[in-house]
Nanobody, 121 residues
Framework: VQLQASGGGLVQAGGSLTLACTMS????????VGWFRQAPGKEREFVAA?????RRSDYGDSRFTILSDNAKNTVYLQVNNLKPEDTAVYYC??????????????????WGQGTQVTVSS
C-alpha cells in the first residue's frame, strides 16, 4: 500500500485548502484513514480521521472536514479559515485493514510523503 498526498501550497490567512490523498496497492474503503500535520520543531499532531466504513469521523479542529471518494480511491481534507499556525507538512495515513482509526500516529501503518501548507498573515 502506498499513499500520495497533494494539494498543499501557499495560502493567505482566512483562506481554504483541500488536500487529497490517493492510495495505490489497496482500496481506501477498506482502511481507516487519518490526517496529521507536523510543524518544524514540533511533534506530529492529529488533524482528522475517518473510519473505513466512512460513517464515523473525528477531528482535532472544527475547521477541518474529511471526506472520502471511493470511486476515485481518494480521501480529502478540507481546511477552512486557515491561520498562520496551521503552517505545517500535512500527512495522510492508513491504518490496519478493517481496523479502527485513532488520534495517535502509531494507530496507522502506512504514510504518505506529506504536502506543505504555508499560511501567510
Amino acid at each position: 500500500v502506498q499513499l500520495q498526498a497533494s494539494g498543499g501550497g501557499l495560502v493567505q490567512a482566512g483562506g481554504s485548502l483541500t488536500l487529497a490523498c490517493t492510495m495505490s496497492g489497496g482500496t481506501f474503503s477498506n482502511y481507516p484513514v487519518g490526517w496529521f500535520r507536523q510543524a518544524p520543531g514540533k511533534e506530529r499532531e492529529f488533524v482528522a480521521a475517518i473510519s473505513w466504513t466512512g460513517r464515523r469521523s473525528d477531528y482535532g479542529d472544527s475547521r477541518f472536514t474529511i471526506l472520502s471518494d471511493n470511486a476515485k480511491n481518494t480521501v480529502y481534507l478540507q481546511v477552512n479559515n486557515l491561520k498562520p499556525e496551521d503552517t505545517a507538512v500535512y500527512y495522510c495515513a492508513a491504518g490496519t485493514l478493517y481496523g479502527l482509526y485513532g488520534r495517535r500516529p502509531d494507530n496507522y501503518d502506512y504514510w504518505g510523503q506529506g504536502t506543505q501548507v504555508t499560511v501567510s498573515s
